[in-house]
């Protein structure tokens, strides 16, 4: 896209008064996204817990079950840079309240799916509207707030929702499995779709360029299809191995695409994905310790989740209940992020966030084979790790998306959404293969605990790394105005 291309005039004067406080209808605003984005951030996680109540009640055989997320996963993580892209082109807004409004109509398909392949279409429609979403209701968020403090509280209250939707998520699945049905896990989203649909169109401004250039299909398809072989290749792995031909195949047809992508976008004209915007070190790293931080505190979930069950024997509910206290610390981390980058830098943020992360993983290998003293440690320490992870992930969203147009906001929030969803896809295959190789296969409890062990220090020295690359490539050069990212 041009980079004079500039936001089209009706999202203009929110941003050129550039208020220092939130406004009534700021408040509204950002009342309506962050429902939709809390929604979304649970639809990740609600149905875990309900797979066996699906499988029974619909005939899944065993091995098929797998499917009700992959399902979702594929079309979420695949398609995300492509709608975020549509909607800087056709007008973000008509994006969210069209996908919205499809995410509402899968899921009563879904509540009310009779067989299993009905099941799977709605899973696939949910992973789409998802994949549209949200990148445009972060794109939303970001135009509508003026780069600075006011955005980054705007970000801080997200991040800290959808960190805690996709917690929330575990609980409210294995709640209304219990209480209700597993249909339910569905038809919650419903009310709450329909509600922001209504409300929508009265309250949030249209945002698109106002050039529009011509999609570039080529980049969309190669990006699309090695997203969609990557995220595929990954949950294969995690099913069967890293070693199977599915994964193998998924994650070698995924690679060549995404290498086809990048000499597609050295050409065209009107590239979907400029080099130039990917070769903005706030972009391009920014997008990385993204991915880390997903994969790492959605990946901790599981492995304390087999933790819990397996080796602790918890019931799935009480197990989802005991992430409540990780569900808070995000939300402090979520608030207290905007503050910590007004009175520092993103930068201390990100690397004060990481190191915060890195201690209270590390001090769950202390957790022992027996109920006596673990969770004295566990909910502590999920706590606080979940605090450290909110200021690495806020740190991320603000570093992606800052200094760049707003006509390049859809494909700034469209990384940043795929970073995100790939991050959450990625974590738990991988972790789940560490658990399989330490195990070698066993599912005593004992064996349980020391490969849910080796794997909580594979994602500690994950942290870490996200640690060190926001410290060697993320520091400020010296004389720029955006050295701290702020406004």
Same mark, same amino acid.
Do not use: C
């Given at each position: 896209?041009?980079?004079?291309?500039?936001?089209?005039?009706?999202?203009?004067?929110?941003?050129?008064?550039?208020?220092?406080?939130?406004?009534?209808?700021? /408040?509204?605003?950002?009342?309506?996204?962050?429902?939709?984005?809390?929604?979304?951030?649970?639809?990740? =996680?609600?149905?875990?817990?309900?797979?066996?109540?699906?499988?029974?009640?619909?005939?899944?055989?065993?091995?098929?079950?797998?499917?009700?997320?992959?399902?979702? *996963?594929?079309?979420?993580?695949?398609?995300?840079?492509?709608?975020?892209?549509?909607?800087?082109?056709?007008?973000? /807004?008509?994006? @969210?309240?069209?996908?919205?409004?499809?995410?509402?109509?899968?899921?009563?398909?879904?509540?009310?799916?009779?067989?299993?392949?009905?099941?799977?279409?709605?899973?696939?429609?949910?992973?789409?509207?998802?994949?549209?979403?949200?990148?445009?209701?972060?794109?939303?968020?970001?135009? =509508? @707030?003026?780069?600075?403090?006011?955005?980054? /509280?705007?970000?801080?209250?997200?991040?800290?929702?959808? =960190?805690?939707?996709?917690?929330?998520?575990?609980?409210?699945?294995?709640?209304?499995?219990?209480?209700?049905?597993?249909?339910?896990?569905?038809?919650?989203?419903?009310?709450?779709?329909?509600?922001?649909?209504?409300?929508?169109?009265?309250?949030? /401004?249209?945002?698109?360029?106002?050039?529009?250039?011509?999609?570039?299909?080529?980049?969309?398809?190669?990006?699309?299809?090695?997203?969609?072989?990557?995220?595929?290749?990954?949950?294969?792995?995690?099913?069967?191995?890293?070693?199977?031909?599915?994964?193998?195949?998924?994650?070698?047809?995924?690679?060549?695409?995404?290498? *086809?992508? @990048?000499?597609?976008?050295?050409?065209? *004209?009107?590239?979907?994905?400029?080099?130039?915007?990917?070769?903005?070190?706030?972009?391009?790293?920014?997008?990385?310790?993204?991915?880390?931080?997903?994969?790492?505190?959605?990946?901790?979930?599981?492995?304390?989740?087999?933790?819990?069950?397996?080796?602790?024997?918890?019931?799935?509910?009480?197990?989802?209940?005991?992430?409540?206290?990780?569900?808070?610390?995000?939300?402090?981390?979520?608030?207290?992020?905007?503050?910590?980058?007004?009175?520092?830098?993103?930068?201390?943020?990100?690397?004060?966030?990481?190191?915060?992360?890195?201690? @209270?993983?590390?001090?769950?290998?202390?957790?022992?084979?027996?109920?006596?003293?673990?969770?004295?440690?566990?909910?502590?320490?999920?706590?606080?790790?979940?605090?450290?992870?909110?200021?690495?992930?806020?740190?991320?969203?603000?570093?992606?998306?800052?200094?760049?147009?707003?006509?390049?906001?859809?494909?700034?929030?469209?990384?940043?959404?795929?970073?995100?969803?790939?991050?959450?896809?990625?974590?738990?295959?991988?972790?789940?293969?560490?658990?399989?190789?330490?195990?070698?296969?066993?599912?005593?409890?004992?064996?349980? #605990? #020391?490969?849910?062990?080796?794997?909580?220090?594979?994602?500690?020295?994950?942290?870490?790394?996200?640690?060190?690359?926001?410290?060697?490539?993320?520091?400020?050069?010296?004389?720029?105005?955006?050295?701290?990212?702020?406004?």
């Amino acid at each position: 896209m041009s980079t004079t291309a500039r936001a089209a005039e009706p999202a203009a004067p929110a941003l050129e008064a550039a208020p220092q406080h939130l406004t009534g209808r700021l /408040k509204l605003v950002l009342a309506v996204l962050l429902v939709a984005q809390f929604m979304l951030a649970v639809d990740f =996680s609600i149905l875990n817990v309900a797979l066996p109540a699906i499988g029974d009640g619909l005939g899944f055989s065993l091995a098929d079950l797998q499917w009700i997320a992959t399902a979702f *996963a594929l079309s979420a993580a695949g398609f995300t840079l492509f709608f975020g892209r549509i909607g800087d082109l056709v007008g973000r /807004k008509k994006i @969210f309240i069209g996908s919205l409004a499809l995410l509402g109509i899968s899921s009563l398909a879904g509540g009310l799916a009779q067989s299993p392949e009905a099941l799977l279409a709605a899973r696939v429609a949910q992973g789409l509207a998802t994949a549209a979403a949200t990148p445009a209701g972060l794109s939303l968020l970001t135009t =509508s @707030f003026a780069e600075g403090p006011l955005r980054q /509280k705007a970000l801080g209250v997200n991040g800290a929702l959808m =960190s805690a939707g996709f917690t929330t998520g575990a609980v409210l699945g294995g709640v209304l499995t219990d209480l209700l049905s597993w249909r339910w896990a569905f038809f919650i989203n419903v009310p709450v779709a329909l509600a922001v649909v209504l409300i929508a169109p009265t309250v949030i /401004k249209e945002s698109r360029p106002a050039a529009r250039p011509r999609l570039d299909l080529p980049g969309a398809l190669t990006v699309t299809l090695g997203l969609l072989g990557l995220v595929y290749g990954l949950t294969q792995a995690g099913e069967y191995g890293w070693t199977h031909p599915r994964a193998l195949v998924g994650l070698g047809a995924g690679a060549v695409f995404l290498v *086809a992508f @990048f000499l597609v976008e050295r050409k065209v *004209a009107e590239p979907l994905v400029p080099l130039r915007t990917l070769g903005r070190p706030t972009v391009a790293w920014g997008n990385a310790l993204g991915l880390l931080a997903f994969v790492t505190e959605t990946s901790l979930v599981y492995l304390l989740t087999l933790y819990l069950q397996k080796t602790l024997g918890f019931s799935p509910l009480a197990a989802g209940i005991s992430f409540g206290v990780l569900g808070i610390g995000t939300v402090v981390g979520g608030l207290a992020a905007p503050k910590v980058i007004a009175r520092t830098s993103t930068l201390t943020a990100l690397v004060a966030g990481g190191v915060v992360q890195t201690v @209270f993983t590390a001090a769950l290998l202390f957790l022992g084979a027996t109920t006596g003293g673990s969770l004295a440690l566990l909910l502590p320490a999920t706590f606080f790790g979940g605090i450290g992870n909110m200021l690495v992930i806020v740190g991320f969203m603000v570093t992606a998306t800052s200094g760049l147009p707003d006509a390049e906001q859809g494909l700034a929030t469209g990384l940043a959404s795929m970073s995100q969803q790939v991050g959450i896809t990625l974590g738990t295959p991988v972790m789940s293969a560490v658990v399989t190789a330490s195990t070698a296969g066993v599912a005593t409890a004992s064996a349980v #605990h #020391h490969g849910v062990t080796v794997a909580i220090a594979v994602n500690a020295a994950l942290v870490l790394l996200g640690v060190a690359l926001a410290a060697l490539f993320l520091r400020p050069r010296t004389g720029t105005s955006s050295d701290r990212l702020r406004a």
